[in-house]
């Protein structure tokens, strides 16, 4: 399975900022995805970046809001654009395991936002 | 439809016992059922798998029953230890086409293994 870290690892901000998250990977991998998971909550789907693409979002969740990068196979951003309470959430970077088996969750970065 | 509907919510199991969760799903064009297991503060870890044309995966303590007519499929962890205590989510994946696809994970189930 791929290793996967996530940078940062938490972080508080303030209402109106944005944050940008980082994923990188120690292997090359076609997809990434980004996901949300509220405090005791399950695991939502933001967007699937694919290198070479722009990435699809998810309904409920716009490119204005969480833009997101993917300059090469082993690296991803996604940014939480001015940012209100109700994103204080964990962010979590998953990529596709080989042949197309399920997926691998990173860390994950915990946002609280004040 | 999407979903993927887990229970129990939350588990309490004696330390040596059995502890079984389940999932039910409606969409017929999932593909592949895999569970995680997350700690507090870490990402989800994946942990056992099963294809549709499967009725049964074991992994040392860790057991998925699939019944493909009834939509159902459970986690069964035997012997189970006070390490085990983590949150568990059941998956489904669906292909999206050009080698893409989506899991859908069910809401969760806390377990606390008791000694």
């Known amino acids: 399975s791929a290793v996967i870290s996530q940078k940062p690892s938490r972080d508080i901000c303030q209402r109106g900022t944005s944050l940008t998250i980082q994923c990188q990977v120690d292997?090359?991998?076609?997809?990434m995805f980004w996901y949300r998971q509220q405090p005791g909550q399950s695991l939502t789907l933001i967007a699937t970046?694919?290198?070479?693409?722009?990435?699809?979002?998810e309904s409920g969740f716009v490119i204005d809001k969480f833009p997101i990068s993917r300059p090469n196979l082993t690296f991803s951003t996604l940014t939480v654009s001015n940012m209100s309470p109700e994103d204080s959430s964990i962010y979590l970077c998953?990529?596709?395991?080989?042949?197309?088996?399920?997926?691998?969750f990173g860390p994950g970065t915990r946002l609280l936002v004040l | 439809q999407q979903q993927v509907k887990q229970s129990p919510q939350s588990l309490i199991v004696q330390k040596g016992g059995i502890s079984i969760i389940n999932c039910a799903y409606e969409n017929t064009a999932f593909d592949y059922f895999p569970w995680y297991q997350q700690f507090p503060g870490k990402g989800p870890a994946l942990l056992i798998a099963i294809r549709p044309d499967v009725s049964e995966k074991k992994e040392g303590r860790f057991t998925i029953s699939f019944n493909k007519s009834a939509k159902q499929f459970s986690l069964h962890i035997m012997d189970s230890q006070p390490g085990d205590s983590a949150t568990y989510f059941c998956?489904?994946?669906?292909?999206?086409?050009?080698?893409?696809?989506?899991?859908?994970f069910g809401k969760g189930t806390k377990l606390s293994v008791i000694p």
């Open positions: 998956a489904a994946r669906t292909p999206r086409g050009a080698g893409s696809y989506q899991l859908t």
């Open positions: 970046a694919n290198q070479g693409s722009e990435a699809t979002y």
């Open positions: 292997s090359q991998v076609t997809m």
């Open positions: 998953s990529v596709g395991g080989g042949g197309g088996e399920t997926q691998y």
